[in-house]
C-alpha cells in the first residue's frame, strides 16, 4: 500500500499542547453546581473540542435544564469564560505537557509544518502564555471559524494556510469531535489520550513522550504505524 508523506503536523491546543482542558472542567462544573446539579469528568468529555456555546447547551442537557433565553444563556457562558480566564492566570510555559517542545523542535528540523487548530476563542491568549508561538507556522481558532468541531472546517483551514494537502496531515487530538473533524477532512489522527475515547483515531498515545521515538526516529517510521488509511485524496 502507498505511504502518503508526512509534511505539516497540526495541533488542538487545550488538552494536546497545553494542560488547559482541566481548567474548562473546573470552570463548567462550578457552573453546574451553581445551577443545582453535579458535573462529572465522565460528562464532560462531550464538551471537549466543542465550541463555548454548545458546551453550554450540552451542560444544560446534562442538567435537565431546557427554555433558558439567548440572553441568559450568554450571561451563564461569560460567567463561566470569566472564571476559566481566572484558572489561565495561573498557567506559565512550565504547564506546556511533556515532551511537547522536544516534538515541536524536531517537527520543525526535519521540515514539517507545524498548526494549531482549536475552537477555543482564548487561545491567543494561552499561546502567548506558554510561550510557544515560534514554534508554530500556522494559528487557526475559534476566533476564525464558524463551524466547530466535528466539522472538519478548522482543519482544513489550517491545512489551507499551510499551503499543503489534507492527506499529507497528522492531526494530534485529545478529543472525540476533533478526531472526528479531522477525520473528515481526510487527515490521519493521533489521538492523545485514552484509547476507549478516541476509538476513532488511527493511533493513540498517552503523551507525545511516547510517540516521539516512533514518529521521529525515522520518517518512514510513519509506514510501521499502519496509517496509510481511506483518504479519498490517495489514488
Ligand atoms: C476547545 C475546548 O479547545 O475550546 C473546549 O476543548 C472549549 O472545551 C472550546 O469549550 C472553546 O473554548 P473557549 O476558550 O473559546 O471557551
Ligand atoms: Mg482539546
Same mark, same amino acid.
Given at each position: 500500500?502507498?505511504?502518503?508523506?508526512?509534511?505539516?503536523?497540526?495541533?488542538?491546543?487545550? *488538552?494536546?499542547?497545553?494542560? @488547559? &482542558? %482541566?481548567?474548562?472542567?473546573?470552570?463548567?462544573? $462550578?457552573?453546574? /453546581?451553581?445551577?443545582?446539579?453535579?458535573?462529572?469528568?465522565?460528562?464532560?468529555?462531550?464538551?471537549?473540542?466543542?465550541?463555548?456555546?454548545?458546551?453550554?447547551?450540552?451542560?444544560?442537557?446534562?442538567? *435537565?435544564?431546557?427554555?433558558? @433565553? &439567548? %440572553?441568559?444563556?450568554?450571561?451563564?457562558?461569560? $460567567?463561566?469564560? /470569566?472564571?476559566?480566564?481566572?484558572?489561565?492566570?495561573?498557567?506559565?510555559?512550565?504547564?506546556?505537557?511533556?515532551?511537547?517542545?522536544?516534538?515541536?523542535?524536531?517537527?520543525?528540523?526535519?521540515?514539517?509544518?507545524?498548526?494549531?487548530?482549536? &475552537?477555543?476563542?482564548?487561545?491567543?491568549?494561552?499561546?502567548?502564555?506558554?510561550?510557544?508561538?515560534?514554534?508554530?507556522?500556522?494559528?487557526?481558532?475559534?476566533?476564525?471559524?464558524?463551524?466547530?468541531?466535528?466539522?472538519?472546517?478548522?482543519?482544513?483551514?489550517?491545512?489551507?494556510?499551510?499551503?499543503?494537502?489534507?492527506?499529507?496531515?497528522?492531526?494530534?487530538?485529545?478529543?472525540?469531535?476533533?478526531?472526528?473533524?479531522?477525520?473528515?477532512?481526510?487527515?490521519?489522527?493521533?489521538?492523545?489520550?485514552?484509547?476507549?475515547?478516541?476509538?476513532?483515531?488511527?493511533?493513540?498515545?498517552?503523551?507525545?513522550?511516547?510517540?516521539?521515538?516512533?514518529?521521529?526516529?525515522?520518517?518512514?517510521?510513519?509506514?510501521?504505524?499502519?496509517?496509510?488509511?481511506?483518504?479519498?485524496?490517495?489514488?
Amino acid at each position: 500500500m502507498q505511504v502518503k508523506p508526512f509534511e505539516a503536523a497540526i495541533f488542538d491546543l487545550d *488538552g494536546v499542547i497545553v494542560d @488547559t &482542558a %482541566k481548567f474548562h472542567y473546573q470552570a463548567w462544573k $462550578r457552573l453546574a /453546581e451553581e445551577l443545582g446539579f453535579a458535573f462529572s469528568e465522565k460528562e464532560n468529555e462531550q464538551l471537549k473540542g466543542v465550541s463555548r456555546m454548545e458546551s453550554l447547551d450540552l451542560l444544560l442537557r446534562a442538567g *435537565g435544564i431546557t427554555n433558558l @433565553t &439567548a %440572553k441568559r444563556k450568554e450571561t451563564l457562558a461569560s $460567567r463561566k469564560n /470569566e472564571w476559566y480566564k481566572e484558572y489561565l492566570t495561573t498557567l506559565t510555559p512550565a504547564d506546556v505537557l511533556p515532551g511537547v517542545r522536544s516534538f515541536l523542535h524536531h517537527l520543525r528540523s526535519s521540515g514539517i509544518k507545524t498548526a494549531i487548530a482549536s &475552537a477555543s476563542k482564548n487561545a491567543p491568549l494561552i499561546l502567548d502564555k506558554v510561550n510557544i508561538g515560534s514554534w508554530l507556522d500556522v494559528v487557526v481558532d475559534g476566533n476564525s471559524i464558524v463551524k466547530a468541531k466535528p466539522d472538519p472546517e478548522v482543519f482544513l483551514q489550517a491545512a489551507r494556510l499551510l499551503g499543503v494537502a489534507p492527506f499529507v496531515c497528522y492531526v494530534f487530538e485529545d478529543a472525540a469531535a476533533g478526531v472526528e473533524g479531522a477525520i473528515r477532512a481526510g487527515m490521519r489522527v493521533v489521538g492523545v489520550g485514552e484509547e476507549q475515547l478516541l476509538a476513532r483515531a488511527h493511533l493513540t498515545v498517552t503523551s507525545f513522550e511516547q510517540l516521539e521515538p516512533v514518529f521521529l526516529l525515522s520518517r518512514i517510521g510513519v509506514s510501521d504505524l499502519g496509517v496509510t488509511g481511506d483518504s479519498p485524496y490517495e489514488q
